[in-house]
């Protein structure tokens, strides 16, 4: 069993293209070493409860289990997150932490290969995973509203869980986008050639500009230090254990 443990590693991920790379459209990617995640102040805009999306790519750049599982999203305060994706560290399995639940469903992402993720929160604890276009099952979980100390990618709060690999075209949504509609559009962006645009559109929270290591919201709702639980400086320093991991709940 993988601890939720802080561990800071080393090394750049090497992308090998997915299959599906080949139709032309490619993803803004941003590779993260296990050291570098991304930070970025608390949001009331990227509160999810109650309904979301959340899609990306991704790609592990590790051979063996670190002996926690890597962070790629969090939105996290002194009370737990509100979410958090995780791949484990086995890289066979994706995992959701919302609170003090946690739960994980089975995909094998030893290949080598960047995937395309999305987790959509459909309400009353349904939260459907799709990995390269494909149901892979249901969660009992759903996204928290929690006070938030910030936004992560690459890590679970700045300094723990750090993600080793590749991080790809993050867009988030405050509604679960119909799974069609995902299919169709992990392909290609936004708005078409013809300047149709995705029929979700403005539902859409924030896209990610990896190629500048940013991550933009369309409606910030920006949260005042009486909001907050926390600042991004009062993150653990590096080598602070955190708690073990929860167990999965059913």
Known sequence: MSRFLLTVGTGIALLAA?????AGYTPDLAEFSGADSLAFPPDGSLDLAGGGTIEF?????????????PAIVSNIGK????????MLGSRKGIGVMAGDRFETLPFDFTDGKLHYVAISD???????????????????IGFRSLPSSGFFIG??????NQFKGAIAGMRIWDLPVDPDDLAIYAMQPLVDADGAPHPDISALVGVSDFR????????????GEDDSD?????????????APRPEPQS
């Open 18 to 22: 997915a299959p599906a790379l080949a």
């Open 57 to 69: 790519w991704v790609q592990p750049d590790w051979r063996e289990d670190p002996g926690f599982d």
């Open 122 to 140: 459909f309400g009353e604890n349904n939260l459907l995973v799709m990995v390269d276009n494909k149901v892979v099952g249901s969660m009992p």
């Open 155 to 160: 890590s679970a709060d700045g300094t723990e």
């Open 230 to 242: 926390e600042t991004l400086t009062a993150a653990a320093a590096p080598g602070d254990a955190a």
């Open 212 to 223: 500048k290591r940013t991550f933009s919201l369309i409606e910030p709702d920006p949260i």
């Open 79 to 86: 009370q737990g997150p509100s979410y958090m994706i995780v």
